[in-house]
């Protein structure tokens, strides 16, 4: 399985792909709104994409670390108005997805820590980084390689982060650590938000 452990993430997050992407498939088969953004509470992410725009600017270029199935492209493309967005994603089931639903978007398939500046199809860093429910599922052995290369690759990073854990029968919440983002990327929080069941980072690297 490609790169399951340069990453940390166990083998049973790759059996879940068929599910993963029966679910996505609305999302990339309708127009965007709101509600398709893969979340609870999602006007909170709209109200983390318009403060960005409006006190950093419209983001050009963008990476979404761990980006599954592409779920999120049509919310940098509408909402933020990105004009070249790239997903990097480490299975090889929901990486072949997003090539096949959004097949105007460059996809690579690596884990976070291996992207490398001479893959983007432009040049590093980012304007933007962006991770969505990932980070909370890299174990502590891994997660300062995983930010550092987030850090490294984009200008700004918008973190999401689950706070509440998945029901344990569906075998997520054992995999799922608490990190300390601030730390992690050594810069200000610029702005925080807090729902019933995430929060949302932005840094400025």
């Known amino acids: 399985m490609k790169n399951l452990d340069r990453q940390g993430i166990l083998e049973h997050f790759e059996d879940k792909a068929a599910a993963y992407i029966a679910n996505a498939?609305?999302?990339a088969a309708e127009p965007f709104c709101l509600a398709h953004i893969p979340t609870r509470h999602p006007e909170r992410m709209?109200?983390?994409?318009?403060?960005?725009?409006?006190?950093?600017?419209?983001?050009?270029?963008?990476?979404?670390?761990?980006?599954?199935t592409g779920r999120m492209v049509k919310f940098f493309e509408v909402l933020m108005?990105?004009?070249k967005y790239v997903g990097v994603e480490q299975v090889e089931a929901t990486f072949r997805q997003a090539q096949s639903w959004y097949a105007a978007e460059t996809f690579i398939n690596l884990a976070i820590q291996d992207l490398n500046p001479d893959d983007l199809p432009f040049a590093a860093p980012a304007d933007l980084g962006f991770t969505h429910g990932v980070l909370m599922h890299v174990p502590p052995e891994n997660i300062a390689d995983v930010c550092a290369n987030i850090r490294r690759l984009s200008k700004i990073q918008m973190i999401v982060e689950m706070t509440r854990q998945t029901d344990p029968a569906t075998g997520w919440a054992p995999h799922v650590f608490k990190h300390n983002y601030h730390s992690l990327f050594g810069a200000p929080v610029y702005k925080e938000w807090l729902t019933p069941n995430k929060r949302i980072f932005i840094f400025e690297g």
């Open 46 to 68: 709209a109200d983390a994409a318009w403060w960005l725009i409006q006190n950093r600017g419209r983001p050009k270029t963008a990476i979404d670390f761990g980006c599954g």
């Open 25 to 27: 498939e609305r999302r």
């Open 81 to 83: 108005g990105v004009d």
